[in-house]
């Protein structure tokens, strides 16, 4: 079946410091990946998606791209500001007609001052 | 634009007892998913309803039933709560069929919280 591994949390960074989460995936067909984030008290967003392999994901300064090869999309920003603080989710969806989610475990980031 | 709404936010019940829990769809969606995320861990996928039927399950026992209604609103029912349904059910809705493959919009949640 279909599973997503993430990078073990929690993440504390300081203001401006680089930002990488890993997520390796193990999926038949061609899924389409996803990044989801929940920030405090509320409920998720759709961060970043790539639906086939070598696509490049982006948005507010985050980005990642669908790795194949190694199968994986891990999520990189180059600055995190202490607004980014929140738990992120790597995702995947499959080809079903359901087109469920799985999801990882979620990262929890903490940016600071 | 509306978006999901989940109702009622948060709730405490009794072992054996049941319980249901409400989602309002984005406007314009047809189909809704329920997720269970347990403390500290990644949504798991319950079950889809599109056209009032159930269009897929995750590995949930037959405790665990749905329904959506014809204005695409829909109902989790979970009969004979055990402690380790205590969680955050998350309702997500989609339009089915569009080529944009498996982006969901998911409402804030319903905090169970079983005694």
């Known amino acids: 079946g279909n599973s997503v591994t993430q990078m073990e949390g929690p993440v504390t960074l300081s203001e401006e410091a680089f930002l990488t989460i890993n997520c390796t995936y193990t999926a038949t067909g061609y899924p389409s990946l996803f990044w989801y984030v929940q920030y405090p008290g509320e409920g998720l967003q759709l961060l970043l998606k790539a639906t086939k392999a070598d696509d490049k994901g982006s948005n507010k300064g985050f980005e990642a791209t669908y790795r194949k090869e190694t199968t994986s999309f891990h999520l990189e920003k180059g600055s995190v500001q202490v607004s980014d603080s929140a738990v992120y989710f790597c995702a995947l969806s499959g080809s079903g007609s359901a087109r469920q989610l799985t999801f990882g475990s979620g990262t929890q980031l903490t940016v600071l001052p | 634009e509306t978006g999901v709404t989940q109702s009622p936010t948060h709730l405490i019940k009794t072992r054996g007892q049941q319980v249901t829990l409400r989602c309002s769809s984005q406007?314009?969606?047809?189909?809704v998913s329920w997720y269970q995320q347990a403390l500290g861990q990644g949504p798991q996928f319950i079950f889809q309803?599109?056209?009032?039927?159930?269009?897929g399950r995750g590995n949930f026992p037959p405790r665990f039933s749905g329904l959506q209604f014809p204005n695409y609103s829909s109902e989790l029912n979970v009969n004979a709560l055990e402690l380790d349904d205590s969680a955050l059910y998350l309702c997500a809705s989609s339009l089915y069929g569009t080529p944009n493959t498996g982006e969901l919009f998911f409402g804030e949640g319903s905090r169970l919280t079983v005694l």
């Open positions: 309803y599109y056209r009032e039927e159930e269009n």
């Open positions: 406007s314009g969606h047809n189909t």
